[in-house]
């Protein structure tokens, strides 16, 4: 039985002493910590808990809507 693979964007932050990371697609999904790399990886374990309490409601789990992109544009 193969294992299905879920792709949700999430949205990176710098504050001024730690960073922070949110799932657009997935309310209340959140991490916090010192590092990105931190964060990177408790978010990593987030998502599967998040879904596994959505499932245990009966939540019907979210198909990706959200796409992260850069726009570059002058500072001047």
Known sequence: ???HHIEYAVLY?????????WVP???GCVAAGQT??????????AIPAHLGVMRERGEPVPEP????????????
């Open 13 to 21: 932050e710098q504050g001024p002493t730690s960073w922070g990371v």
């Open 36 to 45: 990105r790399a931190e964060v990177e990886q408790l978010i990593a374990e």
């Open 65 to 76: 809507t959200s796409q992260a992109g850069v726009v570059q544009v002058s500072a001047a």
């Open 1 to 3: 039985m193969s294992e």
């Open 25 to 27: 697609d997935l309310p």
